[in-house]
C-alpha cells in the first residue's frame, strides 16, 4: 500500500506535469526536496538554469532572493516559492535605502553585490556576484578601479585576500556562516587528523585560513568528488551533506556544529522552512508567487546579466 510520503511524491510529480513546472531546489534544501527536484545547484547554478528554462512555471524550493533573481531573469514565466517566508539574514542585513546611500558616499565605485540581496540593493548594483563567480568577476574588472563589495564582509574579504584588491566593506553577514568557531573546528581535527576541512567563503577569516578547500557550495560539492581524501569536515549548511554523500557514497563527511549548538548541525531555519507538503500546496494553489516591482526589476536585470556574461 502507497504511503503517505509517498502519495505526497507522486501527487507533486502530477501537479508538476499538470503545470509544466519545473522544480529547482538548493543544495541546503531539506532531502525530500532536493530528491524530487529536477534541478539543484548553488546559487550560480539556480540563476544559469532560471534563464534558461522553457518551463512556464519554476518552483524555487531555496530562499526568497533566489526566487526573485529567477523572476527578474524571467519576468513572463510564474516563479512560486514553498514558503514565502524564506529569506536570508545576509539579505536583511543590507536595507537597499541604506546601501544606497552607502553607495552615494563612495562615488567612483564600482559596486559589486553578491547575489544574496534583494531586488532593490541589486538595483543599485553595478554587477552580481555568487561565490562561485566573485573572484573571477573581481579579477576581471581593471586594475586599480575601486570597489564597494556588500553585503557579505566574510565573502568580501576573502575575495578582496586572493584577488589583491582593496575593496570597501559592508558590514554584513549570514547568522548560520557566521556562527561556525574556529575552535571546534580544530577540535574536531584533533579528533581526525586526516579531515579535510571544506569552508564556505561567508564563514569568517579564521576558519578560511584553516581550510583546505574555500568554495561555494557546487565547488566544495566538486572538491569532494576529486580529492583523494575519504574524510571531510564540512563548515557550512547542513543541507549539503545529503549531495555530498549521494555523490561519494565511501567517504565521511561530519558537518561542523555552530559555536552555541553542542553537537547539533548547522542549519538555515529559512532554507528549512520549505517543505514538500508546502511544495504541493505552491504547485496547487499556484501561490505564494514571487513578485519583483518591474521598475526595480528592470534596473536589477542589468548587473544580473553581467554577473552570467562573465560566469
Ligand atoms: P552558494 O551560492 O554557494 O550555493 O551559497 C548560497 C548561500 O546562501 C550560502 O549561504
Ligand atoms: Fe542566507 Fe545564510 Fe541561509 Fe544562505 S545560509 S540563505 S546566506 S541565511
Redesign the pocket.
Known sequence: METPAQALKDEILRLKKEKGALIMA???QREEIQEIADFI????ALAQQAAKTDAPVIVMCG?HFMGETAKILCPDKTVLIPDAEAG?S?ADSCDPEEFAAFVAAHPGHTVVSY??TSAAVKAHTDIVV???NARRIVESLPAGEKIIFGPDKNLGGYISSVTGRDMLLWDGA?H??DRFSLEKVLEMKKEHPGAKVLV?P?CRRPLQLVADKV?????LLEFARTDPAEEYIVV??SGILFEMQKGCPGKRFLPAPAEDAGCRCNE?EFMKLNTLAKLRDCLRDGMPEVKVDPETAAKALRPIERMLELS
Not at 41 to 44: A, E, P
Not at 215 to 219: E, F, I, M
Open positions: 538548493h543544495y541546503y545547484g548553488d546559487s550560480l530562499v536570508c545576509l547575489v544574496n555568487t561565490s562561485g549570514c548560520v556562516h564556505h561567508e568554495g561555494s557550495t557546487a565547488a557550512t549548511e538555515c
